[in-house]
């Protein structure tokens, strides 16, 4: 069972929709992070909170949205996304200091996202 | 910037036979190096991690990887793969604190 918990599983939207995922963790972690991952591909790093204050942004178009309401929740807001947008999204945190060098990244099981 | 190159894209073994994934990587300062492993339709989990000291890193699931800084490598083995391996693996170097550089990943399917 994963310690990070992503909802919903699968999501399809349509270019005009507005739309969520969400993600929780319950380990005491610092820093989570959103990624983006096509098929056969790695992971990309999009987002990262650290104390729950975005500290890395790499570019992200800004039809994508984060948010850390809290330690444990981090959201990523959609808004007017595009076919190719369509990926696995997948939340990942890790403990304080040192981040994904000195603790491993714990990762969800990811939403898939289907933009239409 | 750090990087890392998987020289195997898929790798078919049978089960009980030993697998080795290649990984090298590009660095010119201190390095920290890491296998993922991902299985189907799930996220990736951390296989090991080598930080610093001895070269050669045990895993989970019967897995290690020998650090060699000569030949700027980082191999994963296991001795005796079980069908439940089939799964993406990918090594990654770290870049700082929080950003991992992810190779392209391996594709190992076991067959009985």
């Known amino acids: 069972d994963t310690e990070v918990t992503q909802t919903p599983k699968h999501l399809v939207m349509g270019m005009t929709n507005k739309k969520s995922l969400k993600c929780e963790q319950h380990?005491?972690?610092?820093?989570m992070y959103w990624y983006k991952q096509k098929a056969k591909k790695p992971p990309e790093l999009m987002f990262v909170?650290?104390?729950?204050?975005?500290?890395i942004n790499e570019s992200v178009p800004s039809r994508f949205s984060p948010e850390c309401p809290n330690s444990s929740l981090l959201n990523l807001h959609l808004h007017a996304l595009q076919p190719e947008d369509s990926a696995l999204y997948l939340c990942?945190?890790?403990?304080?200091?040192?981040?994904?060098?000195?603790?491993?990244?714990?990762f969800g099981n990811g939403t898939r996202l289907t933009v239409t | 910037a750090q990087s890392v190159t998987q020289l195997d894209s898929q790798v078919p073994v049978f089960e009980e036979a030993p697998v080795e994934l290649r990984c090298n990587y590009s660095?010119?300062?201190?390095?920290?190096l890491f296998w993922y492993v991902q299985y189907p339709n799930q996220g990736l989990q951390l296989l090991l991690k080598?930080?610093?000291?001895?070269?050669l890193v045990k895993g989970i699931n019967g897995f290690e990887a020998e650090f060699n800084k000569s030949q700027t490598s980082f191999h994963l083995r296991k001795p005796s793969v079980h069908i439940s391996d089939t799964a993406e693996y990918f090594c990654?170097?770290?870049?700082?604190?929080?950003?991992?550089?992810f190779g392209a990943g391996t594709t190992v399917t076991v067959r009985a």
């Open positions: 380990m005491g972690h610092r820093a």
């Open positions: 080598y930080l610093s000291g001895s070269t």
């Open positions: 660095s010119s300062v201190s390095v920290y």
């Open positions: 990654a170097v770290s870049e700082n604190d929080y950003k991992l550089s």
């Open positions: 909170y650290s104390y729950e204050k975005l500290s």
């Open positions: 990942a945190s890790s403990q304080e200091g040192g981040g994904a060098r000195d603790s491993p990244l714990h």
